[in-house]
């Protein structure tokens, strides 16, 4: 089981950027297949971008270009740079595994992208 807790949300403009992270528990992290979530109000969760062990990335077709995840397995980390961001954008972002695993949710942290 990995615990996660995910930072770096807040109110941004459009155009702006952010970087979130997400410090995970447990010592296989490096492992792990993680990802990105986000969730907005009425809609369901979907994957945004997701990282290996080895440093290989996928992106969700919404963001690409414009999202970048990286990781650093030492520290048992995984971030997100969001780059050029959107209204659309504005939800609750969480990682996981991927695919996810329901015991492993944690809090989220939110973005809104807004004037």
């Known amino acids: 089981q990995v615990q996660v807790v995910e930072s770096g949300g807040g109110l941004v403009q459009p155009g702006g950027s952010l970087r979130l992270s997400c410090v995970a528990s447990?010592?296989?992290?490096?492992?792990?297949?993680m990802g990105w979530y986000r969730q907005a109000p009425g809609k369901q969760r979907e994957l945004v971008a997701a990282?290996?062990?080895?440093?290989?990335?996928d992106y969700g077709d919404s963001v690409k270009g414009r999202f970048t995840i990286s990781r650093d397995n030492a520290r048992n980390t995984v971030y997100l740079q969001m780059n050029s961001l959107k209204p659309e954008d504005t939800a609750v972002y969480y990682c996981?595994?991927?695919?996810?695993?329901?015991?492993?949710w944690g809090q989220g942290t939110q973005v809104t992208v807004s004037s």
């Open positions: 990282i290996t062990g080895g440093g290989s990335t």
């Open positions: 447990g010592s296989i992290f490096g492992f792990y297949v």
């Open positions: 996981n595994r991927r695919p996810p695993r329901e015991d492993s």
